[in-house]
């Protein structure tokens, strides 16, 4: 079955700074990849997600990227802002009974130092 | 738009007590809908798959007995949590989709349970 992982586990970035999450897939049938921004104490909000027959996705300082040959996808954040501490969780999308499923990656706690 | 909801947020139970908990998708129909789990920094556990109509598909490792899942309508899924346990303790977070040939979910706010 498919596999997501994600790195790194924590990242610590000046405010201001561009942060970068990566993500590899092993199920190359897999053609959806959204990613996920979760607030303590919160649901996951969906921040942006990408399919495989895009290369790149932007909305304003979030992009993602995604390589279909390597069967990695990455999230880019540019001009960090506090609010943008948070865990991120990337996750791809695969076919089982008939039914979408998310397959999660561990996530990623991404700190905004001020 | 593709707002879900969950009631309540947080709930403290005794032992042995039932504890229900709902999901709603506000602005859209959900003709399936995902219950998760989620322990203290870890990710997502998918506990089922529920379509509106049908029986629920549990994955491996939960037990159907113990967390009842009913999809009773297009907008709304209630995962009953059966003679709770502090094991039971966790994070319960919903998720819903808007069609069944979309992959997008979107989540609820969760609910914190305690069992004492």
């Known amino acids: 079955g498919e596999n997501v992982e994600q790195h790194p586990s924590t990242l610590s970035v000046q405010e201001g700074d561009s942060a970068v999450i990566k993500c590899t897939y092993s199920?190359?049938?897999?053609?959806?990849f959204p990613w996920y921004k979760q607030e303590l104490g919160k649901g996951p909000q969906l921040i942006i997600d990408i399919r495989s027959n895009v290369g790149e996705k932007k909305d304003q300082r979030i992009a993602v990227t995604l390589n279909k040959t390597a069967k990695h996808f990455s999230l880019h954040i540019t001009e960090t802002q506090p609010e943008d501490s948070a865990v991120y969780f990337c996750?791809?999308?695969?076919?089982?009974?008939?039914?979408?499923?998310?397959?999660w990656g561990a996530g990623t706690k991404l700190i905004i130092k001020p | 738009g593709a707002v879900v909801s969950q009631h309540p947020s947080r709930v403290i139970c005794k032992s042995g007590t039932s504890v229900k908990i709902e999901c709603r998708s506000l602005?859209?129909?959900?003709?399936?809908m995902f219950w998760y789990r989620q322990f203290p920094k870890q990710s997502l556990m998918l506990m089922a798959t529920?379509?509106?109509?049908?029986?629920?598909?549990?994955e491996q490792g939960v037990e159907k007995d113990k967390f009842l899942i009913n999809h009773a309508s297009l907008t709304l899924s209630t995962l009953t949590v059966t003679s709770a346990h502090p094991e039971d303790s966790s994070f319960y977070i919903c998720?819903?989709?808007?069609?069944?040939?979309?992959?997008?979910?979107?989540f609820g706010p969760g609910t914190r349970l305690t069992v004492l």
């Open positions: 602005d859209f129909q959900a003709t399936t």
């Open positions: 199920d190359s049938a897999s053609n959806y």
């Open positions: 529920s379509n509106e109509g049908s029986k629920a598909t549990y």
């Open positions: 998720s819903a989709r808007p069609a069944p040939s979309t992959d997008t979910q979107y």
């Open positions: 996750a791809a999308s695969t076919l089982e009974d008939s039914n979408y499923q998310l397959i």
